[in-house]
């Protein structure tokens, strides 16, 4: 049997296995029998070892050079370095499928291992929920988008290469981290649908639908950062974000789950907010279906998205029947997720997590809005707009000021109230330390008001936590504990909390870059040669020579440039090229970047006019560099929140 036929079969294989789970559930339900509900159960166990299997064929066609598959001949060739097979096996849209299918399936295997005993009886419907999502999937592949049909005659002898924007260190992370957190929404959506059909949506189980929407949030929220600085480095946009309609479609759903993942410890805290809950995670499933349909051949074109499939319909179809599905689990169960309690004050912590909440399903609709109305306007008036980054800055700027003001004051709040002494003492210091910052920026410099707001607005939020910090380690130094120890034992005792402290301040991080390049970037657009040097800020760049490389498949250009000090002497050497790929009629652009904590000098090489003259777009970007580093301390500070208390008595 060849390898096409091979993952062809596994995934016919795959697809019965999920039809057989969905139904064997189904019946077990309904006549109470253990036996055929373990034999649904063992089924959706198997789907994962098929489904790998299937994708490790795919992969052995690329190391193999098997280019009869015709999916291996559109996404690599000879010239291909092979340490990107793993990145060509998911840059189209079958193989993005196959991938998909595979992570879906490790998700039930994972979540029917890990389960708590506590679920037992909502079990069988988590499989049928599961499977289901799955078999949507692996039957788009089978009839289509099959990743193993092959050539019948005239098999070529070579292919016709990667996309050469994926041919970047951070595609082998981004699009599958980015594509793994919008699957496996599908984890708590199924797990709080479940229980919501048993009745058992109250206190059991919350903790697992807690930690796996934790999960399924940091793997999209890392996969969104490392995109943005994917298109810092290599996309010529100048910046690391530009509200691209595939950018947003990542954003909306990890906002969503943001909000969720916040609201469900009130759930667990004070029985609250359960009618909220599944209005959060409902949305969040079918925004990230709406993600995939705009993906898959949809409306919008994008440089992230397969915009020549013609899948687009069926995605539709997909997400308009998840809206309908999630509707009327919502309606029909509506008295079984209703709660009694109600908030007792406004000044308390829980309201400040339903106004945190709000503040960003405001940035989530304000970003759909900008994404659907061109849509609308072209259906209804036949006339195409544009809606860019001045939209969006203007709109969701603002909003998002408020919501890192509402992240200062939170945590100064306790459950049901706050007496009026506890708030003074506790917000102080922290509002003395922003309004310094307000001030101090505020008299300094010309810039817009928001850029003192925003800088005041983190000052507030880090204050906070820095205060929490010394409070708590302070009781326990006043209990005998060293003060060198003190701290990272505050942190062990309550590792949720403290861990999501830690988030909070890699969101500053991120928010403290983008202040930066918004309101303090310096940049300029000129026409150099070779010899000649640029001033801008405190750096002088001279052009030392440009060099042209032939490839196979591309046509490179590489200028480097020297960077001078005050006294003439070169401190740095860069290099920034743009090459052209005449087979996919694109250019890739790599910036030459000097970065530091302060801020990052960035070279475009926007176009090259002559052997010697070329089109520098140039700028200083103020504290970017934090960006980045808030990157590993997202990644700490959710797997502080995750560490299991009793891991060290295991």
């Given amino acids: ?118 679920m037992y009886e909502s079990e069988p419907h988590l499989i049928a929920i599961m499977s289901g999502f799955l078999l949507f999937f692996i039957g788009v592949m089978v009839f289509f988008a099959n990743p193993f049909d092959t050539f019948q005659t005239n098999i070529p002898s070579d292919g016709r290469g990667m996309n050469p924007l994926l041919a970047h260190p951070g595609m082998f992370s981004h699009p599958p981290l980015l594509m793994a957190g919008l699957a496996t929404i599908s984890i708590p959506f199924s797990l709080i649908t479940s229980m919501i059909l048993t009745g058992t949506f109250r206190n059991n189980g919350l903790d697992f639908v807690r930690t796996t929407s934790l999960i399924v949030w940091s793997i999209l929220g890392v996969g969104l950062l490392l995109g943005s600085w994917w298109a810092y480095t290599i996309l010529g946009w100048g910046g690391y974000w530009v509200w691209d309609p595939i950018e947003n479609v990542g954003l909306m759903p990890w906002l969503v789950m943001t909000a969720f993942i916040h609201s469900i410890i009130v759930q667990r805290r004070r029985g609250m907010f359960r009618v909220w809950n599944v209005l959060l995670i409902f949305l969040a499933f079918v925004l990230a279906q709406f993600g995939m349909f705009i993906n898959r051949g949809g409306p919008v074109v994008s440089v992230h998205s397969f915009a020549a499939s013609t899948l687009g319909y069926i995605f539709l179809g997909f997400m308009v029947f998840s809206a309908l599905f999630c509707s009327l689990i919502f309606i029909a169960n509506y008295n079984k997720i209703y709660s009694e309690n109600k908030i007792e004050s406004v000044i308390s912590r829980e309201a400040a997590f339903l106004i945190n909440n709000f503040f960003l399903l405001a940035i989530t609709f304000v970003t759909l809005w900008g994404l659907i109305f061109p849509l609308i306007n072209e259906v209804f008036y036949n006339e195409t707009v544009t809606v860019g980054a001045p939209y969006y800055n203007a709109v969701n700027g603002p909003v ?49 008001i928001m850029s003192s707001l925003a800088l005041s607005s983190i000052a507030l939020v880090l204050s906070t936590i820095i205060f929490e910090w010394f409070r708590g380690s302070r009781s326990l130094i006043k209990n005998g504990t060293h003060w060198l120890y003190a701290f990272f034992k ?148 959710t797997l502080i929140s995750l560490w299991p208390r009793n891991f060290n008595k295991s």
């Fill in 1 to 118: 049997m060849s390898i096409s036929n091979l993952g062809l079969s596994l995934l016919v294989i795959t697809m019965n296995l999920c039809i057989y789970s969905i139904i064997g559930s189904i019946i077990g339900i309904r006549l109470g029998n253990s036996q055929i509900k373990l034999s649904a159960k063992n089924a959706a166990y198997c789907t994962f070892f098929t489904t790998l299997i299937s994708s490790m064929c795919l992969i052995y066609a690329f190391v193999t050079n098997d280019f009869s598959i015709k999916y291996v001949f559109m996404h690599s060739n000879l010239s291909m370095d092979p340490a990107y097979t793993w990145v060509a096996m998911y840059a189209g849209n079958e193989g993005s499928l196959l991938y998909i299918a595979l992570v879906i399936s490790l998700s039930i295997l994972l979540v029917l291992l890990f389960k708590p005993k506590d």
């Fill in 400 to 448: 998002i000021l408020l919501l890192l003001f509402i992240m200062g004051i939170g945590p100064n709040l306790s459950w049901k109230g706050t007496s009026n002494s506890n708030l003074k003492t506790n917000l102080l210091y922290p509002s003395l330390i922003a309004i310094i910052t307000f001030t101090l920026f505020f008299l300094s410099s010309n810039k817009p």
């Fill in 490 to 637: 505050l942190i062990s005792n309550n590792r949720k909390k403290y861990g999501g402290y830690i988030v909070h301040i890699s969101i500053l991080l991120i928010a403290l870059g983008v202040v930066g390049i918004n309101f303090y970037q310096v940049k300029i657009d000129k026409v150099v040669s070779v010899g000649e040097r640029i001033e801008i800020g405190n750096y002088k760049i001279e052009i030392a020579e440009i060099n042209e490389n032939n490839f196979n498949d591309r046509r490179e250009k590489v200028a480097t440039f020297l960077i001078l000090d005050s006294n003439e002497n070169i401190v740095n050497t860069l290099e920034g090229n743009n090459t052209f790929y005449p087979t996919f009629n694109m250019a890739s652009i790599r910036a030459g970047i000097l970065s530091s904590p302060i801020e990052d000098l960035y070279i475009i090489p926007s176009d090259f006019i002559d052997n010697d003259t070329m089109k520098l777009i140039i700028s200083i970007n103020p504290l970017v560099w934090w960006m980045w580093v808030g990157g590993p301390i997202f990644i700490l500070g």
